[in-house]
T-cell receptor
Framework: ETGVTQTPRHLVMGMTNKKSLKCEQH?????MYWYKQSAKKPLELMFV???????ENNSVPSRFSPECPNSSHLFLHLHTLQPEDSALYLC????????????FGQGTRLTVV | GQQVMQIPQYQHVQEGEDFTTYCNSS?????IQWYKQRPGGHPVFLIQ?????EVKKQKRLTFQFGEAKKNSSLHITATQTTDVGTYFC???????????FGGGTRLMVKP
């Protein structure tokens, strides 16, 4: 148990579906991240929120929409995904963004059919 | 763009052999971190190096940070089957100093 909880652990969705991934951290951290992990790019940074403001958006397609309602919760809203979006989506948190360790959740294994 | 590269991508070793993975950054880093991800698991923080030339040890693991603070290595002495997994290095890069991960080295240990 790392203090970062992701739900669901597994998700299968069709290309026309809308779904959301949830991440919750109980560590009092002020930064939260979404990473995509696939065979092609092992740990690809998608979004970063610091103090509930988005500070990084790594050219992620608009079919992925993040939301950070407070410092403990992070969502990734999914809409009209493609099969190549199938991957493990990892949430992480840290105290600050540069010089402190990141704590990862267990990830959501997403399959787009 | 700025990036962190790791070699090798894969490494098979016989149990008891040593293992080393190397990490190189395109720019000087303020610090470098190492993570381990077991098969089916998530990345777990191992250590952070901050000083030029720093060397830290954790039991059979030895971590080094280069003098120029652009490269790092992780050396495992006498590997065990419990060492299996993917080892990632990461450093703060870009305008926002965001934690950027290398491609990882997947270690497989034959008993």
């Amino acid at each position: 148990e790392t203090g970062v909880t992701q739900t669901p652990r597994h998700l299968v969705m069709g290309m026309t579906n809308k779904k959301s991934l949830k991440c919750e951290q109980h560590l009092g951290h002020n930064a939260m991240y979404w990473y995509k992990q696939s065979a092609k790019k092992p740990l690809e940074l998608m979004f970063v929120y610091s103090l509930e403001e988005r500070v990084e958006n790594n050219s992620v397609p608009s079919r992925f929409s993040p939301e950070c309602p407070n410092s403990s919760h992070l969502f990734l809203h999914l809409h009209t995904l493609q099969p190549e979006d199938s991957a493990l989506y990892l949430c992480a948190s840290s105290q600050g963004t540069a010089n402190t360790e990141a704590f990862f959740g267990q990830g959501t294994r997403l399959t787009v059919v | 763009g700025q990036q962190v590269m790791q070699i090798p991508q894969y490494q098979h070793v016989q149990e008891g052999e040593d293992f080393t993975t190397y990490c190189n950054s395109s720019t000087t880093l303020s610090n470098i971190q190492w993570y381990k991800q077991r098969p089916g698991g998530h990345p777990v923080f191992l250590i952070q190096l901050v000083k030029s030339g720093e060397v830290k040890k954790q039991k059979r693991l030895t971590f080094q940070f280069g003098e120029a603070k652009k490269n790092s290595s992780l050396h495992i002495t006498a590997t065990q089957t419990t060492d299996v997994g993917t080892y990632f290095c990461a450093g703060p890069l870009g305008a926002g100093n965001m934690l950027t991960f290398g491609g990882g080295t997947r270690l497989m240990v034959k008993p």
